[in-house]
Nanobody
Framework: LQLQASGGGLVQPGGSLRLSCAVSGFTGNAYAVGWFRQAPGKEREWVSAIDFLNDQPYYPDSVKGRFTISRDAASTTVFLQMDSLKVEDTAIYYC????????????????WGQGTQVTVSS
């Protein structure tokens, strides 16, 4: 399974960005895909997850209401729409995947893509 993340960049506080994660090399729907982020000097933080079995999204309180995860089943691409961005959202964002949803939420996922930098600054 391969994960290719894209869409990072520089945005002002209050702005929006949409990250994409192209998922390839798997069959069926028994997967969960999510996003983790890591800021300099901080621990990795779970940002969102989506269960391919039912497209149910999951978020931590820190981004709930601002971030939206979704997927295009036809292209097996997962999107992370990030709105009302804050300076503290600045980090490298990683797309991750596993056959287990809990592994994605806890960061124990087997598959990690390369990161994409998101910088929120005025």
């Amino acid at each position: 399974l391969q994960l290719q993340a894209s869409g990072g960049g520089l945005v002002q506080p209050g702005g929006s960005l949409r990250l994409s994660c192209a998922v390839s090399g798997f069959t069926g729907n028994a997967y969960a895909v999510g996003w983790f982020r890591q800021a300099p000097g901080k621990e990795r933080e779970w940002v969102s997850a989506i269960d391919f079995l039912n497209d149910q999204p999951y978020y931590p309180d820190s981004v709930k209401g601002r971030f939206t995860i979704s997927r295009d089943a036809a292209s097996t691409t997962v999107f992370l729409q990030m709105d009302s961005l804050k300076v503290e959202d600045t980090a490298i964002y990683y797309c991750i995947a596993d056959t287990g949803l809990w592994a994605v939420i806890t960061g124990a996922a087997q598959y990690w893509g390369q990161g994409t930098q998101v910088t929120v600054s005025s």
